[in-house]
């Protein structure tokens, strides 16, 4: 506060949902007091501002979104001072940006395109401007942004007769945009937000996990419900043992997934990825209009999952988001530190998913050592379809408390006759959970170890310690096990598909079609003479030994050759 107020550069971090709006917000605004009434634009005793005055303040920010964000926190603290604030950014009509310039506008918010604009057709005058802020400076000082910003800052400030103050903020501020900031600022002040937690990038509100997945986008797509199924009741569940209120509204929560391009962005949402939750997308081929309305949606909570490039990752401020999943590695540890950072935000607890395929596992190791400061990754493998639903119904039950007496008591008469009608309570009961939490579809299984569908991942273990198991002992036992069932009422085929080894258990892990699956582990239960145990694995998690540590694309198969599966695994 104290070197904004006096005119200082500053070059801040701090990690993304902190405030960084209000901290050079306020100062900035509370000097441009006494700057306003030196230039004689200011009635000090009545607090108006003159008409037609020219900008003192600039805020450049990388995207539509953020800009109309700032300006509206920025507006907050202005306008009772008697400052006036606008926001101009692509999209939108010239009309009312042109007429807030004739009227007089104190402090400007943007984006570098349409300022420029404006500077090119003469309607802006930027040269008795005392203060610049680049808001998310590393990306406005990257190579795509810096010859925008070093033409708009050109002549900002001529007329003052001294240097104008010049601000850089963001959650990462890597050592290249500091040498390029040193173009823009004369001896800056470093502040580190981070510091009180060893200088950590990352929000200590979110958890970060890493889930291996089969590439391609359709794998990701046959996971998404379940993974946003699972972790949704993971804080439900907290929340009310905390004391909260799970409401219908909310049971689904709120999830952004960040997509690399705008088609695959329109693809998971109009494709089959979404049946029990609701999803809209949000990039840059989409009206200005349109993006507002996307935004406003999900902030009400009229969907549940909003699917984005990165126009929506830099500095979005969205209340209670519970998750936030990137189908894949970013380019940069800088691109997922903001990613993550829309979750776990003003000191709520949140989640960060990161997808990645076999072969992308040195990009989790490059990124664990790049956060530095003990950061690591939750490794695991995305949860069995079933495990989703347990989790769907845990979340169903908690809501149940919430439903008014009033609105029971309308239902009661029809809860009479249908129990009256039931042969089995419970099964109803049941079918009455899977309609609240919209699982009204059959139950397809899929395989833990490539994602395909109607498979079901075995663990087939040695009953007594002994040499470690091998995949031919998978071969050879299945198949001796499925002669065995023959010509009875749980004959299976010993169709096996991929198996590996699995270490943490000294077992192996192997694939079959689910009916054949549920036969062969119902079969072996009653074979004394069988010296192994069969079952199904709900989930699997990576032990770290040598991940990460192979070439890339050895293999481009999910899972790899085993060795650095761990533990996990369970009927």
Same mark, same amino acid.
């Given at each position: =506060? ?28 509370? @000097?441009?007091? %006494? ?6 634009? &200011? ?14 303040? !600039? ?26 604030? /606008? ?24 984006? #570098? ?59 990462? *501020?890597?050592?290249? !945009? ?24 990352? /929000? ?53 997934? =960040? ?18 939750? *609701? ?5 840059? %081929? ?5 993006? %507002? ?5 999900? @902030?009400?909570?009229? =969907?549940?999952?909003?699917?984005? *490039? ?19 590695? #970013? &380019? ?6 903001? &990613? ?88 109803? !009961? ?7 939490? @919209? ?6 299984? @899929? ?65 079959? &079609? ?8 119902? =079969? ?13 694995? *709900? ?33």
């Amino acid at each position: =506060f104290e070197p904004v107020l006096a005119g200082r550069d500053v070059v801040g971090r701090s990690r993304t949902g902190t405030g960084k709006t209000l901290a050079f917000g306020l100062p900035s605004i509370m @000097r441009l007091v %006494d700057l306003t009434i030196e230039k004689g634009t &200011r009635n000090p005793s009545k607090g108006r501002m003159a008409p037609g005055r020219a900008v003192s303040m !600039v805020v450049l920010c990388p995207t539509r979104e953020l800009a109309r964000q700032v300006q509206e926190e920025i507006d907050a603290v202005a306008r009772p001072l008697g400052f006036q604030s /606008a926001v101009f950014h692509g999209g939108v009509s010239y009309t009312p940006q042109l007429d807030a310039l004739r009227n007089g506008l104190d402090i400007l918010v943007g984006t #570098p395109g349409r300022i420029m604009d404006h500077q090119s057709q003469g309607s802006i005058d930027l040269s008795e401007c005392n203060t610049v802020v680049l808001d998310e400076a590393d990306e406005m000082l990257n190579m795509g942004f810096a010859e925008n910003v070093e033409e708009i800052v050109n002549n900002v400030g001529s007329a003052n007769g001294e240097k104008t103050q010049f601000l850089l903020f963001s959650a990462t *501020t890597p050592d290249w !945009v500091k040498k390029i900031g040193r173009r823009y600022t004369d001896n800056p002040l470093s502040i580190d937000a981070t510091g009180d937690e060893g200088g950590a990038r990352t /929000a200590s509100t979110v958890r970060h996990m890493a889930i291996r997945i089969a590439p391609g986008l359709n794998a990701r797509k046959a996971v998404i419900e379940d993974i946003i199924a699972v972790e949704i009741s993971k804080s439900s569940a907290e929340k009310k043992a905390g004391g909260g209120v799970v409401d219908q509204k909310k049971m689904f929560g709120k999830t952004i997934i =960040f997509c690399e391009t705008k088609k695959a962005a329109d693809e998971l949402v109009t494709g089959n990825a979404f049946s029990t939750l *609701t999803a809209q997308s949000l990039h840059g %081929d989409h009206s200005q209009r349109q993006r %507002d309305m996307t935004l406003d949606g999900f @902030r009400s909570g009229a =969907f549940n999952v909003l699917v984005a *490039t990165d126009v929506a990752a830099r500095g979005i401020d969205i209340k209670e988001v519970d998750l936030v999943i990137q189908l894949d590695p #970013p &380019r940069d540890v800088d691109t997922y530190v903001h &990613r993550s950072g829309r979750t776990g935000r003003a000191g709520k607890k949140g989640v960060s998913i990161l997808f990645f395929s076999h072969d992308q596992a040195r990009d989790i190791t490059d990124f664990e050592r790049d956060l530095g400061h003990g950061f690591q990754f939750e490794l695991t493998g995305p949860p069995a379809a079933e495990a989703a639903l347990a989790a769907s119904a845990e979340t169903s039950s908690l809501v149940l408390d919430t439903i008014p007496d009033s609105t029971t008591a309308v239902f009661k008469a029809k809860a009479t006759e249908l129990l009256s009608e039931s042969k089995d309570p419970t099964e109803l !009961v049941a079918r009455c959970l899977a309609a609240i939490c @919209r699982r009204s579809k059959q139950v397809d299984s @899929r395989s833990l170890l490539t994602g395909e569908m109607g498979m079901v991942t075995v663990e087939m273990r040695s009953i007594e310690s002994g040499s470690p198991l091998t995949v031919s002992d998978v071969m050879s036992t299945v198949s001796r096990l499925a002669e065995m069932s023959s010509g009875g009422d749980l004959e299976f085929k010993s169709e096996v598909g991929k198996a590996q080894p699995y270490p943490a258990n000294e077992s192996i892990i192997f694939d079959m &079609r689910a009916s054949e699956a549920r036969k062969l582990i119902e =079969f072996s239960s009653d074979q004394e003479s069988i010296e192994y145990s069969f079952s199904a694995v *709900t989930a699997l998690e990576i032990d770290r030994g040598n991940f990460g540590s192979e070439r890339r694309g050895r293999n481009d198969g999910y899972g790899g050759y085993g060795g650095d599966w761990g533990g996990g695994g369970g009927g």
